[in-house]
């Protein structure tokens, strides 16, 4: 009894505060015990990294507690949205393991709330207002003093009904006038001094076509919604915690009875470092050619870190690690990367590939022979057993790996010093050759026969371990390196340069005589391995058969774990 109790216990401590809100309305019977989420995104972009967050917390509160979470796509603005991005929104939330209860859209609405909005005219509730939006804006007042009443704001409802009636129909053009909800414009809320509802959009709607030239704003359609479709639990980032008030005002004007109410909770958006996450500066990058696309792997996209090889577990356990409260920060996105990193870590299937090649020529190896080494797939998981690879005379390594004039340090191949090759044997460096420009292009060594595992001399220890592939039997393939692709830590705070200028020149840098191990001959786009000594990697879409390319996700050192001892 005592051990279920610390369990309830433990597990209590380790709900975040919306759940603890979910658990407490439960407890007192709200909503008649019943749990709904949504996730409502607009398609005008692809989702980000932010998203995933809000995305984890209304899909995971639906599931924890035998709820439903639904999809509604919020396209009140026919101008930016398009159904490109509604396949997309729904593709990524499949590949980060979510399923929805039903799929709606704001637009399903529509009639209702306009309808919704005449009853608000017939009441007294709202009236057209002829100015532009820069005037309304201008007699909004300040958080200290109050606002100025507009002088359409004691228009008779019957001439209010007829001109709303008569924008939908088309007459006027855009911006000639709007819907305003008649509240309080001396309100310390800013967003009740008589806020837009409705405006004039004359452009197709991807659903609807051309049945409407009045749409509703996010802040009218967004909480009725919610009551339309029953949500019980609506869940926004903080930049809508002082929208609340206005939700709750126009759901006391629409709700029927006190049986059923939605409740908005807020939450910490996911901020980045090294990221910018803006969709407008997103779909700039794009537009302006900076990024090859939405997925492109540089991007903060859902669909970007796929191609990257970010796996869903990890972006889930690195949502979990991070949390949520009710203050705003920014997180590193060392991790981020330690999330991939870990999780690669125990799945990724262990491969040789050399990306910078130079030729080693083992001098005292027979020439003609090759032997067939083992290769561990991944010793994580041992159930994975192994694969073989060929051992002969001439070999690729590093570049990196042989240096001339060595300092103290240097524990790779330097002249007189032995190394062990990966899986193979031990090898003393005799020399080098150079070109006529005095760079090195190949590289001699003498390997010592008795140092392969299982024979006497397979013990001797030394300093350095090297991988390889052979000459002969390796293929090639095309490797690109990713890095951040902003150089401020926090890009979107820099305002004295343009997005060009944010931009990190390094961020990729393409590797096209690489050479891989046969293994990798039918890697499939998607499939994940460590390219051991280098990094974790990811066939991209490019792919071919007879032209594989790589993608690099992260690199094998753990920059978060160093950081944090």
Not at 433 to 444: A, L, R
């Amino acid at each position: 009894m005592n051990e279920e109790l610390d369990n309830a216990i433990e597990n209590k401590k380790s709900l975040n505060f919306v759940e603890q809100a979910v658990e407490k309305d439960l407890s007192e019977g709200k909503n008649n015990g019943r749990i709904q989420t949504r996730f409502p995104p607009e398609p005008n972009g692809y989702l980000h990294i932010g998203h995933a967050k809000a995305i984890c917390l209304d899909f995971g509160i639906a599931e924890r507690y035998n709820g439903v979470c639904n999809l509604r796509f919020d396209d009140t603005n026919p101008v930016k949205e398009d159904v490109e991005y509604v396949d997309a929104i729904r593709n990524d939330i499949e590949w980060l393991g979510f399923h929805w209860g039903n799929i709606y859209y704001a637009s399903d609405y529509f009639d209702k709330l306009y309808a919704f909005a005449v009853r608000l005219i017939r009441e007294g509730h709202a009236y057209i207002d002829e100015q532009s939006a820069e005037t309304i804006a201008s007699q909004k007042g300040t958080p200290t003093t109050p606002g100025t009443d507009s002088p359409f704001r004691s228009r008779p409802a019957e001439e209010s009904l007829d001109l709303f009636r008569r924008m939908n129909e088309g007459e006027f053009e855009e911006g000639a006038m709007t819907l305003r909800a008649k509240i309080d414009m001396a309100s310390s809320n800013m967003h009740f001094r008589d806020p837009i509802i409705y405006r004039i959009i004359k452009h197709p709607h991807h659903r609807t076509g051309n049945k409407w030239n009045v749409y509703p704003m996010y802040d009218f359609a967004h909480g009725q919604s919610d009551y339309f479709e029953g949500v019980t639990h609506s869940i926004c980032t903080l930049e809508f915690e002082v929208h609340r008030p206005l939700y709750d005002y126009f759901i006391d004007l629409l709700k029927e009875s006190d049986d059923y109410r939605p409740r908005q909770i807020e939450f910490n958006r996911l901020n980045l470092t090294y990221t910018m996450m803006s969709k407008r500066k997103l779909l700039q990058l794009v537009k302006e050619g900076f990024v090859s696309g939405w997925d492109d792997p540089r991007m903060p996209t859902i669909c970007g870190y796929r191609r990257r090889g970010y796996t869903p577990q990890s972006i889930r356990n690195f949502i979990d690690k991070i949390g949520y409260t009710k203050y705003d920060g920014i997180i590193d996105v060392a991790l981020l990367e330690h999330a991939v990193r870990e999780d690669l870590n125990a799945h990724a299937t262990r491969v040789s590939a050399v990306i910078n090649p130079i030729k080693l020529i083992i001098t005292n190896y027979p020439e003609g022979k090759t032997e067939e080494m083992t290769a561990v797939n991944n010793p994580e998981q041992p159930e994975e057993g192994s694969h073989t690879i060929t051992f002969s005379r001439e070999l690729y390594i590093e570049q990196d790996d042989f240096m001339e004039d060595a300092p103290k340090k240097y524990f790779r191949m330097t002249p007189g010093q032995e190394v062990r090759l990966k899986s193979a044997y031990i090898i003393k460096c005799t020399g080098c050759k150079k070109d006529e420009n005095g760079k090195v292009v190949e590289v001699y060594a003498e390997y010592d026969d008795q140092t392969l595992s299982g024979m006497p001399e397979s013990n001797r220890k030394v300093k350095g371990t090297i991988h390889w592939v052979s000459t002969q039997h390796s293929i090639p393939a095309e490797v690109r390196l990713y890095d951040r692709l902003f150089m401020d830590e926090n890009p979107s705070e820099v305002k004295d340069k343009s997005l060009e200028e944010l931009l990190n020149p390094d961020s990729l840098q393409v590797l096209t005589h690489c050479r891989v191990e046969p293994f990798l001959a039918n890697a499939q786009t998607g499939d994940h391995f460590q390219f051991q000594r280098i990094g974790y990697f990811t066939v991209d879409p490019d792919s071919k058969p007879d032209n594989l390319v790589f993608n690099r996700t992260v690199s094998l050192k753990d920059a978060w774990k160093k950081a944090n001892k």
